[in-house]
């Protein structure tokens, strides 16, 4: 089975640090572009960062841009985000996804998720 | 930051067709870039419903069906059921955010 679990998720205070960790089951992990999509609770979804697949391209939204770093271990079928610098906006449920195989660029469907990881960054 | 516009909430009788509208730009889905859909239960992870614009994973009933024209999209559900409650979110991409966007959600509630 196709399975993907998030774990790390924490409280942390403003200005402090965090890695979450999805662990990935069920397919070749170097196969795949992954993304973190994160939603503040109450609110919509937002896209995060995406790698790709042997981890040598990496993109990420404007608002996380030179404080998060997104990385891929394949020997280990796990995918993480280091979040440095956190702010209270960063305060959301972290979904870590899979990007459907075979489907042109930019025009990927998310087809698997994690059930998501908490991060509230509160003092 | 929400680019695609859908409204905060529709509802229909069981067994009632409703749609639900995307509105985007010239620069996500007026750009050509695929609109997907997916339905999201509080509480779990959300689930692809549509894909590609039109398409349907296997498993999701026949009663959903996506469009796309110019700068929107939309996500109809015909024959409307209990289970159908739940957030639905369009999804793309933006060219000049140069960023994957989301919908800003839509709650259907039966009746």
């Known amino acids: 089975e196709v399975q993907l679990v998030e774990s790390g998720g924490d409280v942390v205070q403003p200005g402090g640090s965090l890695r979450l960790s999805c662990a990935l089951s069920?397919?070749?992990?170097?196969?795949?572009?992954m993304h973190w999509v994160r939603q503040v609770p109450g609110q919509g979804l937002v896209w995060v960062s995406r790698?790709?697949?042997?981890?040598?391209?990496?993109n990420y939204a404007d608002s996380v841009k030179g404080r998060f770093t997104i990385s891929k271990d394949n020997a280990k079928n796990t995918l993480y985000l280091q979040m440095n610098s956190l702010r209270a906006e960063d305060t959301a449920v972290y979904y870590c996804?899979?990007?459907?195989?075979?489907?042109?660029?930019?025009?990927?469907?998310?087809?698997?998720w994690g059930h998501g990881a908490m991060v509230i960054v509160s003092s | 930051q929400s680019v695609l516009t859908q409204p905060p909430s529709v509802s229909g009788a069981p067994g009632q067709r409703v749609t639900i509208p995307c509105t985007g730009s010239?620069?996500?889905?007026?750009?050509?870039?695929?609109v997907h859909w997916y339905q999201h239960l509080p509480g779990t992870a959300p689930k692809l419903f549509i894909y590609?614009?039109?398409n349907r994973p296997s498993g999701v009933p026949d009663r959903f069906s996506g469009s796309k024209s110019g700068t929107s999209a939309s996500l109809a559900i015909t024959g409307l059921q209990a289970e159908d409650e739940a957030d639905y979110y369009c999804?793309?991409?933006?060219?000049?955010?140069?960023?994957?966007?989301f919908g800003t959600g839509t709650k259907v509630t039966v009746l």
């Open positions: 010239s620069s996500n889905i007026g750009a050509d870039y695929d």
């Open positions: 996804v899979r990007v459907l195989g075979g489907v042109s660029l930019h025009n990927e469907p998310y087809d698997i």
């Open positions: 590609g614009n039109i």
């Open positions: 999804q793309s991409y933006d060219s000049s955010l140069n960023a994957y966007v």
């Open positions: 790698i790709n697949g042997d981890g040598t391209t990496t």
């Open positions: 069920g397919f070749t992990f170097g196969d795949y572009w």
